[in-house]
């Protein structure tokens, strides 16, 4: 099936369009939408808030009668579903569009696949894949919750050159610069959740928000502590309606800490800590997409030996901290180079004086 240079060009306009979504849409996914008729733009529309109309319903709206005839260039199959709002399928079909092209197919077990049939079986061309790679990459984080029930879950790391996070007392603060400080607010905004553990509440005293310029929602603070002992007066507990505490179900949880008002999640687990696939399960249950855990070595190392990782953000300053401090990832030693972990690079970049890298656990 063949594209056009039009095609293209307008599905990646639409994918653009949906990338204004980034910090808001959550839990639903990011879609952009454009109608064209002959060639020619006539409107443009990307979904803003779950609840808000989707991404074909934004332009349809803004079309009026002029979509039709149109093709629709539409980063996610249109929904065939009744949800907090009535299926797109069928509000394309009433517009009279001739052409849907579609970028994904939606993981939805809701939708997947019932969008496109219901388009077709109205006569309207439906032709699916450009630049696909591209819209699930924009939703890795709803891709994955709909097909694993579990969230994307990207570990943020700031190293210097000689590969520590801190100093052996604890001090940590700053590594990277005020530039790359910034950066990790913007992947804190499109995060639905952050995550942490215990030992980082107490050394840091983290609130775990997004500081931007434009507030987006705020992302549900998580913090992994096995025997419920966050201090009620910790910044992550400010606001406690957006802060969830794991911790282990045959642990007491004390009082003062439920009268929070945090949400308590008790969980299986051992002596090193809940288990974190069941975290993670309940993560998913509650319509988290994208994760990004800022920990220390421990909870980081735990996550990256369960396989529980899919993303690694390290920001590398150019500053050496000597000898005594630990590394982002407790791996414990190994006895030979066959124990090594291995991650690939999917992306470099400067930013300001330090180099972020963007890796996926690998193979070797
Ligand atoms: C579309 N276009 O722009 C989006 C879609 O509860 P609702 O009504 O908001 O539906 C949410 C589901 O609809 C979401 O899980 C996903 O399957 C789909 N999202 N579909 O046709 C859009 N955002
Ligand atoms: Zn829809």
């Not at 201090?231 to 009082?255: C, H, N």
Request: glycine letters at 12%; one cysteine or more; charged letters at 20%.
């Amino acid at each position: 099936m063949s594209f056009s240079a039009f095609d293209h060009a307008s599905m990646s306009q639409a994918l653009r369009l949906a990338a204004l979504g980034m910090n808001t849409t959550r839990p639903n996914p990011r879609v952009g939408c454009v109608l064209a008729v002959r060639n020619e733009v006539v409107a443009e529309g990307w979904h803003e808030v779950a609840g808000g109309p989707h991404a074909e319903v934004a332009a349809l709206d803004k079309a009026g009668p002029a979509a039709r005839g149109s093709t629709a260039y539409v980063t996610l199959e249109p929904c065939s579903h009744h949800g907090r709002t009535p299926p797109c399928a069928d509000r394309l079909i009433e517009a009279g569009i001739e052409r849907v092209v579609v970028a994904s197919v939606d993981p939805n077990h809701a939708v997947n696949g019932t969008g496109l049939e219901r388009l077709r079986a109205a006569g309207i061309a439906v032709q699916t894949g450009l630049l696909g790679d591209q819209a699930e990459a924009l939703n890795a984080g709803f891709f994955k919750r709909m097909r694993s029930g579990r969230p994307w879950l990207r570990v943020k790391a700031a190293i210097s050159l000689d590969g520590r996070t801190g100093l052996s007392n604890g001090d940590s603060k700053w590594i990277t610069s005020a530039a790359s400080r910034r950066d990790v607010q913007a992947w804190r905004a499109r995060s639905c959740a952050m995550l942490t553990g215990l030992g980082t509440v107490m050394a840091d005293n983290p609130s775990l928000t997004a500081r931007v310029e434009d507030p987006p929602l705020r992302p549900l603070r998580v913090i992994a502590d096995s025997h419920w002992r966050t201090p009620p007066g910790s910044r992550v507990l400010d606001d406690p309606g957006t802060a969830l505490i794991a911790g282990l179900a045959d642990s007491a949880i004390p009082p003062e800490l439920a009268d929070t008002g945090v949400t308590c999640l008790p969980l299986p687990g051992s002596v090193d800590g809940v288990d974190l696939g069941a975290l993670l399960d309940g993560l998913g249950e509650r319509g988290i997409n994208e994760v990004q855990v800022e920990a220390g070595a421990r909870l980081c190392g735990s996550l990256l030996r369960g396989g529980f990782v899919d993303e690694v953000l390290v920001y590398l300053a150019p500053v050496l901290l000597g000898e005594g401090g630990p590394g982002p990832f407790a791996l414990g030693e190994l006895e030979s180079m066959a124990g090594r972990t291995y991650l690939e690079v999917i992306e470099t970049c400067a930013v300001g004086p330090d180099l972020r890298l963007r890796l996926t656990p690998g193979t070797g």
